[in-house]
């Protein structure tokens, strides 16, 4: 498995907007209303929230491809398109669920697969530098918010580690769901 992620820039709105509406659609149609899925997909991944979300200096998007990065793009499947990315926040960027000192956390707001290329191996690679990337701001913890009824992502983040600290109300559209919030240690990694 070749995988590389790129920091994304205003370059990219068009690519993440692809991969978030996907991935959220395959991730989460079944188990929500149609109409609450169309109006959240709608507000959530739209060009002027990524856009501002991009804009947001404390707010990073990395992509995912597969292949290598290599300089003359033989082994990159960069024109095939990303498949998937992550979302960190630091500093005043983090949502309010975090009651403890900012300046000492980074939230994984998004992590998201396509897919096609889930149980591969590449979710793995994307927390790994997720954690890399929190580890090199010298933060000592990363924290997430997920849906209770999202099985597979709870194990996820339960195999690498994190442990529930709170909870949340997460709205979609008329619906009002409960969110797990996890974190990870990282002082010890
Ligand atoms: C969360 C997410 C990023 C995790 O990605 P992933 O690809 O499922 O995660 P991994 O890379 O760890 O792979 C998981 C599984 O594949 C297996 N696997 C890993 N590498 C493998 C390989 N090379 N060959 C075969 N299987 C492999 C793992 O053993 C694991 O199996 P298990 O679930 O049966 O224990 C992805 O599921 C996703 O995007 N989900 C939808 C969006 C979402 O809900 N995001 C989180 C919101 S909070």
């Known amino acids: 498995m070749k995988c590389f992620i790129n920091k994304c820039t205003l370059n990219d709105i068009d690519k993440l907007i692809k991969v978030s509406i996907k991935t959220f659609s395959d991730t989460f149609s079944s188990s929500n209303e149609l109409e609450n899925m169309k109006n959240y997909l709608e507000t959530a991944f739209s060009k002027e929230k990524i856009e501002k979300e991009l804009k947001n200096q404390n707010s990073s998007f ?22 998937g990315y992550f979302k960190l926040n630091d500093l005043d960027a983090q949502g309010s669920d975090n009651h403890e000192d900012t300046s000492n956390s ?3 707001e998004r992590i998201y ?5 889930q149980k591969k191996g ?3 690679f994307m927390i790994d530098k997720a954690i890399e990337i929190s580890k090199n ?6 924290w997430l918010g997920v849906w209770e009824k999202n099985y597979s992502s709870l194990e996820f983040y ?4 994190f442990i529930k600290f709170g909870s949340h109300t997460f709205i979609i559209g008329e619906d009002h769901q409960i ?8 002082t010890n990694k």
């Open 179 to 186: 969110d797990h919030l996890l974190k990870l240690d990282l």
């Open 62 to 83: 990395y992509l995912l491809y597969s292949g290598t990065d290599d300089d003359d793009g033989v082994n990159s499947n960069q024109s095939e398109g990303p498949i």
């Open 158 to 161: 339960k195999r690498n580690g």
């Open 137 to 142: 701001k010298q933060r000592s913890y990363i």
């Open 122 to 124: 590449y979710g793995q």
């Open 113 to 117: 697969l396509m897919k096609e290329h």
């Open 106 to 108: 980074v939230e994984l």
